[in-house]
């Protein structure tokens, strides 16, 4: 089953932050986080384990709380770099399943 | 590196015509991945192999069959393409080890269009 993403669609200016979150109805081992800029493949970001841990990649972090099955992208003083749509992923029996993705836009 | 690579790039297809879209990594990884993305659904899994010779089902296999020859080499076959099998398709894989899974690497994609 898909995880579910929120919100579905950000737009920002340059310098400011964001927060997107991917919660899953199954009890979750890791979540996974990609980014895709438009026309392009997406990009591994992390992966965060049981245990609450927190990654950082740049100024983009990372938490993960097992217990409410929920994991939250951070991204902070964001730059035009950072656009694009972003993508959690869980894992079911080996499968790497993905949400429907969150589309950022940072404005100059 | 090459990484994962996927052929064709683009294809246009008739309605019910078949083809194969090939997918080949040289990162000796054990699990790959087929998936399709179409507007506001995400990346959706079409099938999934964690080894040589095993292959399962993902969230939208119904149109698709798939054949993971070796190690490297895991092709997606549209029978009788659809109208609605119009998407991006992306061929991914890990190292897939753990339960926690491990980074996964994508090939460029291949744009299919049916008419």
């Known amino acids: 089953q898909q995880p579910v993403q929120s919100p579905q669609a950000v737009i920002l200016r340059e310098g400011e932050d964001a927060v997107i979150n991917c919660s899953s109805s199954?009890?979750?081992?890791?979540v996974h986080w990609y980014r895709q800029k438009h026309g392009e493949a997406p990009v591994f970001l992390m992966i965060l384990l049981k245990g609450g841990e927190q990654k950082g990649h740049d100024k983009i972090s990372a938490s993960f709380n097992e217990k409410k099955q929920q994991s939250s992208l951070y991204l902070t003083a964001s730059q035009l770099s950072y656009s694009g749509t972003y993508f959690c992923g869980t894992r079911s029996v080996g499968k790497l399943i993905f949400g429907q993705g969150t589309t950022l836009q940072v404005k100059p | 590196n090459a990484g994962v690579t996927q052929t064709p790039k683009f294809q246009v297809l008739k309605t019910g015509q078949s083809m194969t879209l090939q997918c080949a990594q040289d990162m000796n990884h054990n699990s790959m991945y087929w998936y399709r993305q179409d507007p506001g659904m995400g990346l959706r899994l079409i099938y999934y192999?964690?080894?040589?010779?095993?292959?399962d089902k993902g969230e939208v296999p119904n149109g698709y069959n798939v054949s993971r020859l070796n190690k490297r080499e895991f092709s997606l076959r549209l029978e009788s393409a659809a109208p609605s099998q119009t998407s991006v398709y992306f061929c991914a894989s890990s190292e897939g080890w753990g339960p926690a899974g491990t980074e996964a690497f994508f090939g460029q994609g291949t744009r299919l269009t049916v008419v």
């Open positions: 192999s964690a080894s040589e010779g095993t292959t």
């Open positions: 199954k009890a979750l081992y890791s």
